[in-house]
């Protein structure tokens, strides 16, 4: 038991943190500190939506401030 518990103590030292592959897919890094990010609710039941609401939401946006930290721990490798 011990010596797996060393195997496994030097051999995962190398392990490679994985990017989250769904984050990957939404946020964008920009060349300043952020994350650029598409707005929700555009997707289905957009008759009862006004045109001018569908226009904003086609908008990109920065990724809030209190939302940062979150979405830095899914993307470490950007």
Known sequence: MYSLL?????NMAGYKIKTNRAAAKR?????SEGFK???AYKSHI??????KRKRSLREIVM???????QVKRLLPNT
Not at 6 to 10: E, K
Not at 27 to 31: M, V
């Open 6 to 10: 060393l195997f496994m103590r030097y």
């Open 27 to 31: 946020f964008k890094k920009k060349k």
């Open 37 to 39: 990010r598409g707005k």
């Open 46 to 51: 957009l008759t009862k939506k006004n045109r």
């Open 63 to 69: 990724v809030d401030d209190s939302n940062m930290k």
